[in-house]
DNA sequence: CGGGGTTCCTGGCCGC
DNA sequence: TGCGGCCAGGAACCCC
């Protein structure tokens, strides 16, 4: 499931790919979710950028003489700053391709596909998601507002400003569990189920506490981070489905001292690790390290 | 407006 | 072999 390494992991390998590209047409899966990328249609895509687990795709409008703006003399608009955005958010299972095969809608090569976008120079971007948990939008730049999530979302992990005061303070205005917090997005931006896992059993929290002090609060945003920079040196955890641009896998699933080891024995103490439904989340974490 | 519950989806796995 | 039942979970959505 992609989380901040793996949906970082995708932008940089497809900014490459796609930056400067012009969207010449477009298909949609009918679901809400996809139904809005042919939005994208006329315009230029001018980079990826990343917030937390959303994609954010930079677009300017190509005009309609520009099938390919760049070779062309006189400014390049996809040097400007982007007038639209294209939003994607991967969800569960959601991965995004470029590829050279013509298409129509549905793809009876791949029934997943759930939205394309072709490119002028006879390329298509398309996106695969499985179990339609991912959501695409296209908006003005900068208007998130029909996106709650990321228009509220917290600071990025590696953002200077957020510091062990500030983190506490974040969590201190809340009484939910921790766990629950963290997936949020508020206190800081993506982190899912198995980094939240990693990070408090790292930081000797119980994932049901609700109660976090300055001192410990400081402790997990650090741990937080290892987590999360390490995973993206290793490409991201791939459990099932998480795949790169070029279908390639990623490394830190074998790395995972926590998540998915449910009864195996604590990495620290050897104690089997415990695992439990909560807040509609499973929460898995080990009884000694992390008491309540 | 914070917080709690519900819903969206389908492949993989388990037990019979 | 076939199949019903269950599980995984990010974020929108609805409601209080």
Known sequence: MP?????????????????????????AHHSAKFASAPEAIGSAITGITRRGKYLLFGLVDAGPDRPDPVPHPGPDPTQGPADRELIVHLGMTGALHVDN????????????????????????LWFRDIRRFGRIAVVRAGDHRSLPTLYHLGPEPFDPSLDGPRFHRSLAASRRRIKTQLLSQRPIAGVGNIYADEALWRAGIHPAARRVGPDRADLLLGHVRDVLAEALDHGGTTLRDYRT???????????????????????????????RELDQRTATWCPTCQAH
């Open 245 to 275: 641009p070029d279908h390639s896998t990623g490394r830190n699933q074998f790395r995972l001292d926590c998540y998915g080891r449910s009864g195996q024995p604590c990495r620290r103490c050897a104690t089997p690790l415990t695992s």
């Open 101 to 124: 095969a013509p298409r129509r809608y549905p793809n009876e090569r791949d029934p997943y596909e759930r939205a394309s976008w072709d490119l002028a120079d006879g390329r298509t």
């Open 3 to 27: 989380e901040l390494p793996e949906v970082e992991t995708v932008r940089a390998q497809l900014e490459p790919l796609v930056r400067g590209a012009v969207v010449t047409d477009a298909r």
